[in-house]
């Protein structure tokens, strides 16, 4: 099912979200400084086009430096990825086959306005660490 998901998710919604984050992460190494930035990008944006059976958790020993880079990252590129995420996320939710994508899509708003401090890691890791509970999981939540 994974599969078939993450197939759906390319066609209608990310390839086009991928496309945003690697603009982002462009404009972030053409910035120099902002080098660290591109890199958080690039692995946000590689999970954005495939993100079915992954998930973001957040990385508590990163808080405070984080902070900083969250504020910066959501004046240079947070917000238009965020609205990236909404309009494709309204537009899936006109449908009833779309509403799953769109339903991710919300979840990576969050993610696009504070990526600093998180990382992407497998369902099953995330499970391990007791980020996600298997109740839910199972609910589709």
């Known amino acids: 099912m994974r599969f078939v998901l993450n197939v759906i998710w390319l066609i209608f919604a990310g390839f086009w979200a991928f496309v945003g984050w690697m ?5 972030m190494a053409i910035l120099i400084v902002t080098i660290p930035f591109a890199v958080q990008a690039v ?4 999970f954005t086009l495939w993100p079915f059976g992954r998930t973001i958790v957040r990385n508590d020993a990163m808080a405070a430096p984080a902070l ?3 504020v910066l990252w959501l004046i240079l590129c947070g917000w238009w990825l965020a609205l990236i995420h909404v309009v494709t996320g309204v537009l899936l939710c006109l449908t ?3 509403i799953p994508l769109g339903y991710a899509n919300f979840k990576l708003i ?6 600093f401090g ?4 497998s369902l099953e890791e995330a499970r391990a660490r007791g980020h996600i509970d298997v109740s839910m999981e199972r ?3």
Do not use: Q
Request: glycine share 18%; hydrophobic share 55%; aromatic share 4%.
């Open 23 to 27: 603009l982002a992460a462009l404009l």
């Open 43 to 46: 692995k946000i944006g590689v």
């Open 68 to 70: 900083i880079g969250n």
């Open 96 to 98: 009833i086959i779309g």
């Open 110 to 115: 969050p993610i696009s306005l504070w990526p």
């Open 118 to 121: 998180r990382e992407v890691v």
């Open 139 to 141: 609910s589709g939540g």
